[in-house]
């Protein structure tokens, strides 16, 4: 319920004057109908004036010429015959007044209850935003350090994936060499071979140099295999690399997720604490409603 807009004691003054001129005794409602306003308020601001602009004492009679006293007194004549009547209208236009100041008390009152209502609830909002707030801020914590641990070990294995590739590349040439020297004895293989067709007999020198050649090309071949070995190792190491690649991607994407969910609260909770003020405000002694006349 929206609270009337406030009235001015200057506007009370100047339709207290205006109704004064007029011949007509100002009163709440009739000031309430010229300028608008709650009755609680104006009540007080037609009081101040009354207050302010005593009614003018009577004449003694005996500073009165005779004829005047004689029109005086007719005219008393003439206003307590009317009196009784217009004491009735005033009394009952007084009541309509403290009976409209009471009804607009109630609601007054009831709005107050209300936005206590209001206050305590965004009491409790605010403090649950709170709780919501510091719970992801120490969860977005949690999950920066586990992102620089991630990092840490995404730059170790960085690292070794270096080192790897370089044995890789180390092993590649050896075992470009072992090729090299393969294919060599192939050669002296197939040249002996040859020779050893050509001159079966009588040729012990050929013999030894082919179990030479023999025993070369298993040595070759047994480092060859090592190297193979070596190759597949490092290629396992260059797939654990991608893995914690992969983990850190999503750890950066969940921080990021994080970060947005947080100020989003930041900002839920200072409208609340908004609104919660607006309300408080409400309620301070400056806006009480008024007690109405007793």
């Known amino acids: 319920m929206a609270r009337p807009d406030a009235v001015t004691y200057e506007q009370v003054e100047l339709a207290c004057a205006q109704l004064k ?5 100002p009163s709440v409602r009739l000031v309430v109908q010229r300028v608008g306003g709650s009755n609680t308020t104006v009540l007080e601001h037609v009081k101040r004036w009354k207050a302010s602009n005593p009614k003018t004492a009577p004449v003694r009679s005996d500073e009165l010429p005779i004829d005047v006293m004689g029109s005086l007194q007719a005219m008393r004549d003439r206003a307590e015959a009317t009196g009784e009547a217009k004491f009735a209208a005033r009394l009952k236009e007084a009541e309509d007044e403290r009976n409209d100041v009471v009804k607009e008390n109630k609601q007054l009152q009831a709005q107050n209850a209300g936005l206590q209502v209001e206050v305590s609830e965004l009491a409790t909002e605010r403090d649950t935003l709170k709780g919501q707030v510091q719970s992801h801020e120490l969860e977005l914590q949690t999950l920066r350090e586990q992102l620089k641990r991630e990092q840490e070990s995404a730059q170790a294995a960085r690292v070794e994936l270096a080192k790897a590739q370089l044995k890789v590349e180390a092993a590649d040439s050896r075992v470009a060499e072992a090729q090299q020297r393969e294919t060599k004895a192939l050669a002296d293989v197939s040249r002996v071979s040859a020779a050893l067709d050509a001159e079966r007999t009588g040729r012990a020198g050929a013999a030894n ?5 023999e025993s070369q090309l298993a040595s070759t071949a047994t480092s060859l295999q090592a190297g ?4 597949q190792e490092l290629q396992t190491a260059v797939k654990e690399h991608d893995a914690i690649v992969a983990r850190v991607a999503g750890a950066e994407a969940m921080a990021t997720q994080l970060r947005s969910t947080v100020e989003m609260l930041r900002e839920l909770l200072q409208a609340a604490e908004e609104r919660s003020g607006r309300a408080v405000a409400q309620l301070s002694p400056s806006g ?3 007690t109405g006349e007793k």
């Open 21 to 25: 001129a007029e011949g007509i005794e």
């Open 209 to 213: 140099r082919a179990a030479v050649a």
């Open 228 to 231: 193979q070995a070596r190759v």
């Open 288 to 290: 009480q409603p008024g």
